[in-house]
């Protein structure tokens, strides 16, 4: 890792003396699941996220993969669709690769099943986010892999779980959501339901990591491996727990909150002026962009300190804002008299001064704003790397500051089969002959 001029830490690959890039560069430090080996069979985004959560902490991850069937988020973006080059180029593949080899195998081939048994004698893992019983048809799943290796820990993240009449239900983060009960309840109560995208995958894959570590632990302390069916649609669901218990308690679904809370109000987003005052932009940011600020007041002190910084005094002896009640029952009279305020007002600026007065408020920022924090860049800022194939882009640091196993970015993602040579030759000790047997057969297709 080098520090460019302005500060942006840098990753560039290794060279060897041909120009090609090594493998997976070591950490400073050891990361806390340093020593772990995991086969990586995800593919598309959420499956592959997870794992990179495990590759960031330190894990080895393998990632398998092959040109007969290549990861569609080397074809496209998930987000933005098709793009122009590469399978090396794709922007979302370089995204949540990052720290893992890249090995080409054509799992329809024998030889390139033995490779993956040949790593279940030596993993400790194995991921994968395919439909339930797809390894099993090549008889590489948890049963076979376990009559190798009895230690192995491996989760399978599918759609709706490994059991059940859905289990053979494909999915992706809409569905995910849909599928859950999380998209009923997310939009304006008038409006329809709100598909929601991306980030549904990075909560499902962020699920099935922790519940990785967690059969890593289980089996650092009893010996013992297992296997962990996750579902993706159950991993989101989580987060409406409460939805749940309103359905048992009141026998009825809940409603459409939008912005709203069942409890408390002023409790919305407002309308600002601007994201901050023109004066705080920088060259690089010129004009001021309009914003929006958050206000939930959850108790009476933190309503009366809100009319007090707004100059709504008034507002405070009117009897439908009286109580917290009052104020919930008449929250559609409410917003348009603080939002006649807020559209006035800087989102930023005003955001801190609520703040600073015991209001719970924060602008709605845009993802620039967060990249030229100065609380972002204190806590190390974006980390700049180059895949070989494409321009140096910035990619997230690990959200996590850990001061003894430091979690870190050490390698770019790697190319279709980079790593092929190398974990066949240094990993499983397989010597150049029986590599080009495998390369005759096929195998390494």
């Not at 895949?387 to 190319?415: G, M, N």
């Amino acid at each position: 890792m080098t520090t460019t001029s302005n500060g942006i830490n840098t990753l560039n690959g290794q060279h060897d003396l041909n120009g090609h890039f090594g493998p997976v560069a070591p950490a400073t430090r050891p990361g806390p699941l340093s020593g772990k080996r995991i086969i990586d069979f995800t593919w598309a985004w959420a499956g592959p996220y997870g794992a990179m959560q495990l590759a960031l902490l330190g894990a080895e991850l393998i990632k398998i993969e092959s040109a007969t069937r290549i990861d569609h988020s080397r074809q496209r973006s998930l987000a933005m669709g098709s793009f122009k080059g590469g399978v090396n180029q794709a922007p979302m593949f370089n995204e949540v690769n990052l720290n893992k080899y890249s090995i080409q195998l054509n799992l329809k081939m024998e030889g390139a099943k033995q490779v993956i048994r040949d790593l279940a004698r030596t993993a400790d893992g194995a991921i994968d986010n395919f439909r339930p019983g797809i390894l099993d048809k090549l008889g590489l799943g948890y049963d076979d892999l376990r009559q190798i290796n009895p230690d192995i820990v491996m989760i399978s993240a599918s759609a709706l779980g490994a059991t059940g009449p859905e289990r053979h239900y494909t999915g992706y983060a809409p569905t995910f959501a849909a599928m859950s009960g999380l998209s009923y309840l997310t939009g304006e109560p008038e409006e329809p339901p709100v598909m929601m995208g991306g980030s549904i995958d990075l909560r499902a894959g962020t699920a099935a990591a922790f519940a990785m570590i967690a059969g890593l632990h289980y089996r650092d302390r009893t010996g013992i491996g297992q296997f962990i069916d996750a579902s993706s649609s159950e991993a989101i669901g989580m987060h409406i727990g409460e939805e749940f218990l309103h359905v048992d308690l009141l026998g009825k679904d809940g409603d459409r909150l939008g912005n709203g809370h069942r409890s408390y109000a002023p409790h919305d987003v407002f309308r600002c002026a601007s994201m901050r005052a023109p004066e705080a932009y920088s060259e690089d940011h010129k004009g001021a962009k309009s914003g929006w600020l958050a206000i939930a007041c959850r108790s009476d002190r933190e309503w009366n300190a809100l009319c007090e910084c707004s100059g709504l005094d008034h507002l405070r002896d009117d009897p439908r804002f009286r109580t917290g009640l009052k104020r919930w029952k008449h929250r559609d009279e409410l917003k348009p008299t603080i939002e006649a305020w807020t559209s006035e007002q800087s989102a930023v600026e005003t955001a801190e001064t609520l703040r600073a007065a015991g209001v719970p408020a924060a602008a709605s920022v845009w993802g620039s704003d967060i990249h030229h924090s100065e609380n972002f860049q204190s806590r190390g800022g974006a980390v700049s790397v180059r895949p070989p194939e494409t321009h140096l882009r910035q990619v997230l640091p690990p959200p996590w500051k850990l001061s003894e196993t430091p979690a870190e970015i050490v390698s770019p993602a790697p190319r279709l089969g980079e790593d092929t040579d190398y974990v066949l030759s240094r990993m499983l000790g397989y010597g150049q002959d029986q590599i080009d047997a495998l390369a005759r057969e096929g195998a390494l297709e």
